[in-house]
């Protein structure tokens, strides 16, 4: 793992500090890391709906396209019902 030494001022390490022992992280390292992940997969969810945004619509959604979705469902719950049964 490598190392990175980062410089705060007073407050925000007073900050970081507080949020380590209030919410039981074992160092500060380990609550920057979770910032970190928590900004990745903020990014990635932002990529992911601007992709969609600029896509195509598959299909209109319509109130037929909606009711094929509920049948969908309602097929797949029976399937899962009957297998529990058998088990």
Request: proline share 2%; charged share 30%.
């Amino acid at each position: 793992m490598a190392t990175m030494n980062i410089s705060l001022p007073d407050t925000l390490k007073a900050f970081v500090d507080e949020q380590v022992s209030q919410r039981g992280y074992g160092t500060s390292s380990e609550y920057v890391r979770e910032l970190i992940r928590k900004d990745q997969d903020r990014q990635q969810l932002r990529g992911l709906l601007l992709a969609g945004a600029a896509s195509n619509p598959a299909a209109s959604a319509d109130a037929s396209y909606f009711e094929g979705l509920r049948d969908r469902v309602r097929k797949a719950a029976k399937s899962i019902a009957k297998s529990a049964t058998k088990a």
